[in-house]
């Protein structure tokens, strides 16, 4: 070690072994004693103890048919009903935001003519129960009888007819979504961008929409599991979901709480994956900033 070096040692241990000690409280100087939160700890024992109560309930109370839940949790019938649940979650997905995309572009377009059509659709379908859609389409054919030579009950079938209902109701959302995340983005962007000779879609597809889908992630994820529960009012029309199904077992077996457990666990199992994907791609759009430390 050089010569150098073992001075820097040196003056660095006697700066330690000389560092002045804190100074001292003194007796007649009243005391710092943090504050105790009474409230909170007791009201945090009192919401312990209301769980508590609620879980010993469920978990004793023999009327839940724990027994029955376990059987009928993975027969091939509920399996069958929830894999229809989340084909029917993906697809919607997919074509409303195919869709929305499209029509906030409309919105934010400079045509009047794409504007007022965009903006009518978003207020019109925003507007109308998902329930009536689903209902009004069921009962198209009283209105056209046949649709491109075919009888419309041969077209439209239940699981066509839920398709578009939801994938209608979805993009009215998907649309203010995707037009909240393109405004989110710097104008200055852009304009650079097109200074660099970039052409719009270009811009579109490479600078503007990578920085919107931070904005866009955190709604379109909630829309997701929103869809995957509201999926289920689908029943309504006899397509065999995952509710449906459960309902066609206890209509036959009269053991109706059991049967819509299983629903419930089943929803609650794809939700919480569901939220951990979510989880882990808003912190892939969001490096960078706050939101991902």
Known sequence: ????????????????????????????????????????????????????????????????????????????AVLRGL????????????????????????????????????????????SMPILVQLLFWFNIGALYPTLLGVRTADLLGPVTIAV???????????????????LSVDRGQTEAAQSLGLGRLRRFRRIVLPQAMRSIVPPAGNMLIGTLKGTSIVSVIAVQDLLYSVQLVYHRT??????????TLWYVVVTSVLSVGQYYVERHYARGSELAR
């Open 83 to 126: 894999w229809l649940t989340l084909w029917l979650t993906a697809a919607v997905m997919v074509l409303g935001f195919a869709l929305g995309t499209l029509l906030a572009l409309g919105r934010l377009s400079a045509n009047p003519v794409l504007r007022a059509v965009s903006w009518g659709y978003v207020w019109f379908f925003r």
């Open 254 to 263: 009269y053991q109706v709480i059991p049967l819509l457990l299983v629903a």
């Open 1 to 76: 070690m050089s010569s150098d070096a073992l001075t820097k040692a040196d003056a660095l241990t006697e700066a330690a072994v000389h560092r002045p000690d804190p100074p001292r409280q003194h007796p007649d100087e009243p005391r710092v004693v943090p504050r105790r939160h009474l409230g909170q700890w007791t009201a945090a024992a009192l919401v312990i103890a209301a769980l508590a109560l609620v879980l010993n309930s469920v978990v004793r109370n023999d009327a839940f048919q724990w027994s029955v839940v376990g059987d009928y949790f993975t027969t091939a």
């Open 164 to 182: 578009i209902g939801l994938t209608l109701h979805e993009a009215a959302y998907a649309a203010e979504v995707v037009r909240g995340g393109i």
